[in-house]
């Protein structure tokens, strides 16, 4: 028998992380990132302080900008799932275009975050080391797509991923990702 439907211990726990998450953005917002403690994320949410660091290890940024693994696999499906006369870069560039500070058209609630994590020095380094977290998975998945396996894959890789610490803080983030993505058409052409 499959169970499709998460259980009640799973639902609790989903609440919980979702309570928090709210909880620490709302009042990051509100008074800005150094100025909040985790104990008063977790006063706000109604947990312990024990409890918010076994939902999020990573600590107070880990609230805001979650944990690598899914930004890791949706960068993999970027790759993976191109379609077929989609190029590796584009399909790179187009994945990185919907993301934080190069979303054209964001909710007023995601621009305040990606504003938040642009101007907290220990958010944008956090959200550096989540991004970076992901080359060996997106050096894998450009080696498979791309039939080659070599150090020049992995270093398309570190810079596709230093991308959005660099192009994200210029005055026009749009328009830095598509510089960016120039320069590793000119680097890579086959890619």
């Not at 379609?83 to 190069?102: C, H, K, M, N, Y």
């Not at 080659?148 to 991923?161: E, K, P």
Request: hydrophobic share 45%; net charge negative; charged share 30%.
């Amino acid at each position: 028998m499959t169970r499709t439907e998460p259980g009640r211990r799973e639902r609790k726990k989903a609440a919980t992380r979702q309570a928090l998450s709210e909880a620490a953005r709302t009042l990051f917002l509100e008074r800005g990132f150094d100025n909040v403690t985790v104990a008063e994320i977790a006063d706000a949410a109604d947990t312990a302080v024990s409890t918010l660091f076994a939902h999020f290890p990573g600590g107070k940024e880990a609230l805001i900008l979650g944990h690598g693994r899914a930004r890791e696999e949706a960068l993999a499906a970027a790759v993976r799932d191109r379609a077929e006369d989609v190029s590796i870069l584009q399909a790179l560039r187009d994945f990185l275009a919907t993301r934080g500070p190069f979303d054209p058209d964001p909710d007023p609630l995601s621009r305040r975050v990606a504003d938040l994590v642009v101007a907290t020095p220990a958010l944008r380094a956090y959200a550096r080391a989540l991004w970076t977290g992901c080359e060996d998975a997106l050096t894998e998945v450009i080696a498979e797509q791309s039939g080659q396996d070599d150090f020049s894959v992995r270093l398309l890789a570190r810079y596709v991923l230093e991308i959005p610490d660099l192009a994200g803080v210029e005055p026009d983030p749009a328009a830095a990702l598509d510089a960016a993505f120039v320069f590793l058409r000119r680097g890579w052409p086959g890619f």
